[in-house]
């Protein structure tokens, strides 16, 4: 398994950006899909976005297409996810998550980071 450790969270005002990045351990991460998931207080997890290993192929949730991007670099064995024009409701504690197959990392995926909070103010 790979494990991942993400930073980038805080807070910001409502309409405005953040970065996330996620930094994998291990000389295998080209071999990941990566994906980024979200849990507000009181909800179940949910799936935000995801990225193919090679990086030509990227997936989003419905309510977040158009304002965020997700990436990779895998030199830097990073991936990130940049947020724009976000909103109260994008309040949650973000987590980076990796699997060998792309389609388990949307759903069900097999490493999961520590988590990092981002809060939208009003």
């Known amino acids: 398994q790979v494990q991942l450790v993400e930073s980038g969270g805080g807070l910001v005002q409502a309409g405005g950006s953040l970065r996330l990045s996620c930094a994998a351990s291990?000389?295998?991460?080209?071999?990941?899909?990566m994906g980024w998931f979200r849990q507000a207080p009181g909800k179940k997890r949910d799936f935000v976005a995801a990225i193919t290993r090679s990086g030509v192929n990227t997936y989003y949730a419905d309510s977040v297409k158009g304002r965020f991007t997700i990436s990779r670099d895998n030199a830097k064995n990073t991936v990130y996810l940049q947020m724009n024009s976000l909103k109260p409701e994008d309040t949650a504690v973000y987590y980076c998550?990796?699997?060998?197959?792309?389609?388990?990392?949307?759903?069900?995926?097999?490493?999961w980071g520590q988590g990092t909070q981002v809060t939208v103010s009003s």
């Open positions: 291990g000389r295998t991460f080209s071999s990941y899909a």
């Open positions: 998550a990796a699997d060998r197959d792309t389609i388990w990392v949307t759903t069900t995926p097999g490493s």
